[in-house]
Nanobody, 120 residues
Framework: QVQLVESGGGLVQPGGSLRLSCAASGNIFSIPAMGWYRQAPEEERELVAAISFIGVTNYASSVKGRFTISRDNTKNTVYLQMNALRPEDTAVYYC??????????????WGQGTQVTVSS
């Protein structure tokens, strides 16, 4: 089994910044891909940003130039630096990791979610 533990959410004013972290632990051989999704009330979960093991990134158009995803493979941790936050960024943010176990089986795991609220 694998656990994903998120941290860093909270309340911030428009234009402010937050940094989310997500650490994976458990039966891990490698993590080919990690990412962040978000879900606002009454909306579907959407991809915010993703990063491969070697650092190739992908962003939603709505966050390009404002958010930066990164990872530390030595710590099995992924980060999301969010700058110039807008009220429409308000959502629950979920960490996602595609984990390959020591038996070479790959499974997608999700974090518990962390609330990000952008409001004055």
């Amino acid at each position: 089994q694998v656990q994903l533990v998120e941290s860093g959410g909270g309340l911030v004013q428009p234009g402010g910044s937050l940094r989310l972290s997500c650490a994976a632990s458990g039966n891990i051989f490698s993590i080919p891909a990690m990412g962040w999704y978000r879900q606002a009330p009454e909306e579907e979960r959407e991809l915010v940003a993703a990063i491969s093991f070697i650092g190739v990134t992908n962003y939603a158009s709505s966050v390009k130039g404002r958010f930066t995803i990164s990872r530390d493979n030595t710590k099995n941790t992924v980060y999301l630096q969010m700058n110039a936050l807008r009220p429409e960024d308000t959502a629950v943010y979920y960490c996602q990791a595609d984990v390959t176990s020591v038996l070479r089986r790959t499974t997608r795991y999700w974090g518990q979610g962390t609330q990000v609220t952008v409001s004055s």
